[in-house]
């Protein structure tokens, strides 16, 4: 879970996945958010009961721990990715769930095929086709060069 990173003299443990634990101001505001009297109406209005805020706080705790050992509280850092991870999984986990649909590696073959006769008709007049009508009539400087000084 840590990679070993050696500068000449000094030797730094650094977490693999660091780049997921995001700025400690967002966990505190994510709890403050959760905990307001706002966010209690709605999550009794869609729950029926509070939810259980404490792992955005234990979330924010860590972080702040984790930052002002300058990245060597390695224990800290890795309860705020093993968080983030975990709450990725909760969200993903209709996506991953799903066999109602075949998940494709690639587009299909034909998904650059003209539109039918009958839809492009349809948009003849639309803003879009309007729009990209104006765009066209306007003259463009091609053959311009543009270039950047630094004095």
């Known amino acids: 879970m840590t990679e070993k990173v050696e500068n000449s003299n000094d030797i730094k443990f650094v977490l693999k996945d660091s780049w997921s634990i995001r700025p400690c101001s967002v966990y505190k505001d994510e709890y403050d958010d959760c905990t307001s009297i706002k966010a209690r109406f709605h999550q009794y209005f869609i729950h029926g009961e509070s939810i259980d805020c404490t792992q955005w706080h234990n979330d924010f705790r860590n972080c702040v721990q984790y930052e002002e050992s300058k990245g060597n509280d390695l224990t800290a850092g890795q309860a705020v990715i093993n968080s983030e991870e975990e709450r990725r999984l909760i969200r993903f986990k209709g996506h991953y769930g799903n066999t109602v649909w075949k998940k ?40 311009e060069k543009q270039y950047c000084l630094i004095m």
């Open 104 to 143: 494709r590696k690639h587009p299909p073959e034909d998904w650059s095929k003209p539109l039918p006769d009958w839809l492009e008709k349809r948009y003849e007049n639309s803003y879009l086709s309007l729009k990209m009508e104006t765009e066209s009539k306007i003259p463009q400087l091609e053959d």
